[in-house]
Structure formats: structure tokens, C-alpha cells
């Protein structure tokens, strides 16, 4: 199961420290940094919806994040020929 954890992080976070904890996460596979009202995207993939939500909380134990919203992949569609 993929997911994906949009988080907005404090005004006076440690950039490096907080990629470097949250790519520490065995569920993670990507972070992202945005621009706009979320601040960073964090891929995981997860084996069920218990895991998800420990997952979940781990990444909202990271220092610096304040808050998160989940979105559950539903289906995914790819390009027929790569670009």
C-alpha cells in the first residue's frame, strides 16, 4: 500500500536534520520539498493501514513537523512511452 504524507514543518527547522530523520524511517522512500502551504511530500509504502499509522506517527515525531495529512493511493496509471 503507497501513501502519501503531506507535513508543513516550523519556521526555524534544521532542513538536513529533518530529511536526514525521515529518510531513517524503513517505510519512507522519498521526500519531497514543495512550495505553496505544504512544505514537504513524503512517499511510504506500507504493507496494511496498522503499519501506515505507525508510520504516520514516526514521521510526526520528527522534530520540526507540525502537522500532516495522509492520502492513500487508490490506483495509479502510467504514460504509455516514456517521455
Known sequence: MQAFVLAK???AFNR?????????IEEVREVMELTGDIDLLVRVDVLD????M????KI???????????????SVE??????
Open 54 to 57: 505507525k508510520t504516520v506517527l
Open 78 to 83: 502510467r504514460a504509455a512511452v516514456p517521455r
Open 16 to 24: 538536513d536534520k529533518v530529511m536526514e530523520e525521515l529518510l531513517s
Open 60 to 74: 510526526r515525531s520528527v522534530e520540526s513537523i507540525v502537522t500532516t495529512d495522509t492520502r492513500v493511493v487508490l
Open 49 to 52: 493501514v496498522e503499519r501506515l
Open 9 to 11: 514543518v516550523g519556521k
